[in-house]
Each structure stands twice: as structure tokens, then as C-alpha cells.
């Protein structure tokens, strides 16, 4: 079945290690999406790449970086873990067309915990 | 960046009975849906509405859409244990992203 594919689904770091998390798609969408979601909150968008075109939200720390080496795969990059930072990544995609909705397919989301 | 507001945060009811959530919104919208989060897990879509559209079914789902009022309702009718997850709105700009509400967590006690 076509999806969408989080690693790992669990991660632990300390306080300032280095974090990548991944995401893999199969549906060919077009747009990719990092989210972080906290506890009982809505996702928070973080990034989005639109094809090739990288978009950064204003309010995303300079902390998370993000790579998309092909319209497969999508990494997040946490380059210095605080304790702020633990919570439910969630990567999605979407086809983006002219005339359609944007309806998401998420994955199951990697929950980070920071020590 | 989150629309509106969903309402109840929390609703909690018994198997068999109906759950109705409510979502409204600030500004225009081409089309609003829904996405269901079983605790620890990813979100998945439930249903679509455009604009143009007063109300939709998908099975036990009905949502309705009311643009005068900038507001929602999704009702699950004969409630399932399985029901039991957050719900959230989300509505999209004329950027292609979505806005999220602030969703709504549903139990359904045996």
C-alpha cells in the first residue's frame, strides 16, 4: 500500500545531541511536510517543500533544519535537542494541484524524547 | 497557525450514543475537513467539505458546513469504542496550507 513512513517511530537524545528523524512517501505527492505536535495541541507546521522549493515557517526555530534529497525522502534535523523541543513529529504529504483540495496523508509520527 | 477554535475540548459519552464537535474558522475558506488522531499516532483524514456544500456523509460521519457563521459540525452517529481519538478541523489558505483547529478529544466509555 502506498504510504508514508516515519523513522524512528521512537527516539531518545540528550539534552543537545544531534537528532535526524526520516520520512518516506510512496505517493509520488508533491509536498512534504514536517509538523510538531505537543501534548492535546493541534500539529504546528514547521516546513513544508513544495517540489524542490524549500519553505521555512517565520516562527521555526533555527534549531530544526530539514533536507529533501528527492521527492522520496524528507529528514528533520534537530541540531541542538532542548527539553522544549520533546514532542510528536509528524511528517505528511500531499498533491498540491490547481484545482484540487490539499488533503494530507500522515505518517505515524516519531515522538522524541529529550533527557 | 490555528483558525478558530473547536468545541468541546473534550467530550466523553457512551458506546451507541451520537458525538457532535463543532469547529468555527476566521476567514473565507475553499474547503474544510477533518482528520481523526488515535492517541500516539498520526492524523488521518475523515471527510471533505467545500465551501459550496451544506452537508456530507461518509458512513456513520455527517459534517456540516455553515460559511455565514464560519462554522462546522461533525457528528458521529452510534458511537464505537473505536471512536475513541482526538478530532481536528482544518481549514486551507490561499497558500495551500492547512489551519489547524484546536481539535477536540472524544472517549466512548463501554
Known amino acids: 500500500d502506498a504510504m508514508v513512513i516515519q523513522n524512528p517511530r521512537y527516539q531518545v537524545t540528550q539534552f543537545g545531541k544531534p537528532v535526524t528523524l526520516s520520512c518516506s512517501q510512496t505517493?509520488?505527492?508533491?509536498?512534504m511536510y514536517w509538523y510538531q505536535q505537543k501534548s492535546s495541541q493541534a500539529p504546528k507546521l514547521l516546513f513544508h517543500y513544495y517540489d524542490k522549493d524549500f519553505n521555512n515557517e517565520a516562527d521555526t526555530p533555527d534549531n530544526f533544519q530539514s533536507r529533501r534529497p528527492n521527492t522520496s525522502f524528507c529528514f528533520l534535523d534537530i541540531r541542538s535537542p532542548g527539553l522544549g523541543d520533546a514532542a510528536m513529529y509528524l511528517c505528511a504529504t500531499s498533491r498540491v494541484t490547481v484545482s484540487g483540495a490539499n488533503v494530507l496523508t500522515f505518517g505515524a509520527g516519531s515522538r522524541l524524547t529529550v533527557l | 497557525s490555528q483558525q478558530g477554535e473547536e468545541d468541546p475540548q473534550a467530550l466523553s459519552i457512551q458506546e451507541g450514543e451520537n458525538a457532535t464537535m463543532n469547529c468555527s474558522y476566521k476567514t473565507s475558506i475553499n474547503n474544510l475537513q477533518w482528520y481523526r488522531q488515535n492517541s500516539g499516532r498520526g492524523l488521518v483524514h475523515l471527510i471533505l467539505?467545500?465551501?459550496n456544500e451544506r452537508e456530507k456523509h461518509s458512513g456513520r460521519l455527517r459534517v456540516t458546513l455553515d460559511t455565514s457563521k464560519k462554522s462546522s459540525s461533525l457528528l458521529i452517529t452510534a458511537s464505537r469504542a473505536a471512536d475513541t481519538a482526538s478530532y481536528f478541523c482544518a481549514t486551507d489558505d490561499s497558500n495551500y496550507q492547512l489551519i489547524w483547529g484546536a481539535g477536540t478529544k472524544l472517549i466512548i466509555k463501554p
Open positions: 467539505i467545500r465551501s
Open positions: 505517493l509520488n505527492h508533491n509536498v
